[in-house]
């Protein structure tokens, strides 16, 4: 079994065993039968153990003191993954944890470093992360860039050495809550093939921009057309093909066969164009940062060495171009405009960006959040292994 | 006949009529039959009319003064129009020239028109370009973001009711030039729907970054999948059905039928992820700027309005992070590892972006620039008109 094997199986195991935490719009074989009304109807009957997100996050807070981490970064960590789970992203939620606790006991990560300022010249900032943890590096790498993009208009921080830092949502939201419009980036382990290729080269390397005022608009995508879990949800279910576009074979053709495409690579998203925005990525963060690139990137479902991403945060003060009030206003508008499109077949209105994960986590704020048995079941187990008492 | 029926038939016959004008990787047909040296040759069997870039370039500034425009500003349209076909981007070379010079006769654009400051503020400036030629502000844009960039380490300049400016690549390269990052995006003409809708609401609205150093990379790719072209084109070869993901029809449902695509629907990139994407770009070009959003643009193959089109400019002066040559080497390493992935099946080898057009430039640069058959005939057309020699 050689590194990529082990990574694919890693991954495929616990994206099986916790499959309920795929991303609303990720399924689409549902979409197309039911509205939107019945998807949310279906995260609901997801698992069956669902606990309010302060019970989530105190249980997450316990299992990473129990490692050892410093309390006021288990708290960031914890938070930050229940805020994922909150919106749907269950992917970048508490599922995460397990893996997080694996490798810091395996001391992969370092969790006393803080990192350290390389150098702050203007409006660019680069931060050597020093291997600490993703979520406390991005925190202090987004209030650097609030504090430089008040003080010049707008600003750049790019991390080295840096680990996992969740959802990069949650990082653009916590610039955008200071008034900044957030764009955040991050190269991560190499999975997908470049364009015209066969040979992984690139992370999922996700772009994300989160915008000031109410909650109207959030992108945060990957640069692949789909994540390994439809894949693997399309194997899951029995479902001989895929759709075009998903994935190549071992040897880099297009299929539409499932079980190539397993054995094969994810397609960066509509071909070459995914490719360019990938390395779009990998160049903001780690050629920028002098961080590692490409296949000198570990990961987190990678054991036995660090993970050494690079993260890039920008942030626009949007008052420097037109009052904050304005903005908003203006971005109604524009969703306004967009959304007044009448929908197209099989769907019952136009959603943008952020949309449904807005309308999940007014569900799971009221109603609590589903976990599903596989990601319950890893909880569960690691804190039985440290002694943290299981909620619920 | 309605205003988008007119757009789809202006836009259609230009196409068919001009079709060598798309670019290299627009060819999927070709790519999986021939290799890069035979995509090369196509190039050159393309058009009867082969003339230099320096006779284009020419041609195009005679026409241009020949319709009143000052001669600084038809130099600068003249030569990053011709600057697009060395680089095999025909679509937004010189065959848009009638289109430009339609408009202008028509009083559509202001020729005369500079544009203001309409704020600068620390690094982020606004600039209402008053109807003016889009490339002209464009010019003035960079510089300015260029002289921020220099004064804070990055910068951002939002042009409002501007006018198409061409292939967005020439104005990120005129930053990156000056040692910069240069990113480019712009809204444009209402020709695509939204995820789940089937209402025109954003343009193709491009994103494009630029480097500096030697021609290493250089992405500059529409949030849509296709260019309508390449639908005209299955069309035009009598191919019934197209791939999944180009297209939907006037529902709003995905089709792989030529016909239904023709009269519906250009699907953004990978779904909603582009259409995520072209919302970003009209966010911090439009929202920004104060300019026109989504369905209030005109077009250049829109008539009798102006195109009230918006323009971000972002430079990240690279030397504030890091030394410019050590960037450069970095770009290589990158670039060196992206290429080393095996070739899949059906390519010679793995292409970065930038890459092919590169290599067309080189050659054009060389063997002379091929014009097609229409977009050859619609400028002797004009020179006719205008009483301008053609040459040749």
Known sequence: ?????????????????????????????????????ARVEYYN???????SSEVLTDFAFRLLTAIQV????????????????????????LQLLPFYIEIILMGNIDIHADGRIVSENGAALVYDAQNGI???ISKICCDHAIRLGRAHGLSLVVSRESNHFGAAAYWAQRMSAAGMIGMVMCNASPLV???????QRFGTNPICMSVPGSDLWL??????????GKILNAQFHGRATIPEGWAMDSEGAPTTDTQSALSGLLMPLGGYKGSGLAMLAEILCAVLSGGAMSTELGGIRIQGQPMRTSQMFLAIDV??????????????????IVKSSRAAQGFDEVLVAGEPEWRVEAQRRRDGIPVSDGAWQNLVQAAGKLGVAVPG
Chains 1, 2 share one sequence.
Do not use: C
């Open 1 to 37: 079994m050689d590194a990529r094997d082990s990574v694919i199986q890693l991954i495929g195991y616990r994206v099986l065993s916790s499959f309920g935490g795929a991303r609303p719009h990720d399924h689409a074989p549902l979409r197309s039968r039911f509205g939107w009304a």
């Open 134 to 136: 993703g979520q406390w």
């Open 70 to 93: 410093p309390q006021a970064k288990a708290e960031l960590v914890a938070k930050s993954l229940v805020a994922a789970n909150l919106r749907g992203v269950d992917s970048h939620g």
């Open 319 to 336: 008052a420097r171009l037109l009052p904050l009030d304005e903005f908003e206003q203006r971005m109604k508008s524009l969703v306004g």
């Open 45 to 51: 009957r997801l698992g069956p153990m669902t606990l």
């Open 193 to 199: 093939a470049p364009w015209q290729g066969k040979d």
């Open 219 to 228: 992108l945060d995508m990957a640069t692949t057309t789909v994540a390994l």
